[in-house]
């Protein structure tokens, strides 16, 4: 409902911030798994069926306020139903790539997550060198935790890399993570790989 109603504030239209869901959803693989656009479509027209059918239904902590932000004018089901059609629509026609449909910023922030927590060891003041902090955020969950750290690390700055820092794309991301510029992802992607094959 965030999205809905972020959706609602121009100058983003709704049926684009729904299509950015989709895309965020179905390439999360936990998420995809968890409640895949299909799911969600069909949840969403069950709880407006539900609000139509048994008006005083409890509602969870803070639904009732949420929906009524997301919706505008329109009645809470009515929107429901709307936003359920307007999923499957944009499921159907596929997914949009970044330049059909530049990455937003809260994009950026949900699929770079690790970048962003990374930033303590990047922007930190408490090693002399940017290449000493790289280094301390790559090993600091040595040796266990690399098997998970790493990968993850890895793959979202591949994906970074892949992103041209001159489109609206690449302004969303610098927007999410400041210092994701290409020679800083790269020196951080050699320091993880290096770490990966000499230690692992």
């Known amino acids: 409902m965030a999205v809905a109603a972020r959706g609602r504030t121009p100058p983003t239209p709704f049926d684009e911030e729904l299509a950015r869901f989709n895309r965020t959803l179905a390439d999360s693989p936990t998420a995809n798994w968890a409640m895949p656009s299909a799911t969600l479509s069909a949840l969403l027209d ?3 069926e539900t609000l139509e059918e048994r008006p005083g239904t409890p509602l969870p902590h803070g639904f009732a306020e ?4 997301a919706a505008g004018d329109q009645e809470g089901p009515r929107f429901l139903k709307d936003t359920a ?3 499957r ?3 159907h026609r596929g997914l949009l790539c970044f330049n059909e449909l530049p990455m937003s910023l809260w994009e950026a922030e949900l699929r770079f997550s690790g970048l962003r927590d990374f ?15 790289v280094v301390a955020g790559v090993t600091s969950e040595h040796p266990d935790g690399c098997r998970f750290l790493l990968p993850r690390l890895a793959e979202e700055l591949h994906a970074a890399l892949l992103i041209d820092a001159r ?8 927007a999410a993570v400041p210092w994701a510029t290409p020679p ?17």
């Not at 949420?66 to 932000?69: D, G, K, W």
């Not at 800083?184 to 692992?200: D, F, W």
Request: charged share 30%.
């Open 66 to 69: 949420r929906l009524a932000a």
């Open 119 to 133: 930033s303590w060891w990047v922007e930190g003041d408490e090693y002399d060198s940017f290449e000493e902090g």
């Open 184 to 200: 800083v992802l790269r020196e951080i992607l050699r320091v993880a790989t290096a770490h990966l094959l000499e230690a692992h």
């Open 85 to 87: 059609r307007v999923l």
């Open 167 to 174: 489109s609206d794309s690449g302004a969303s991301l610098r």
């Open 46 to 48: 069950l709880i407006a």
């Open 89 to 91: 629509e944009a499921q």
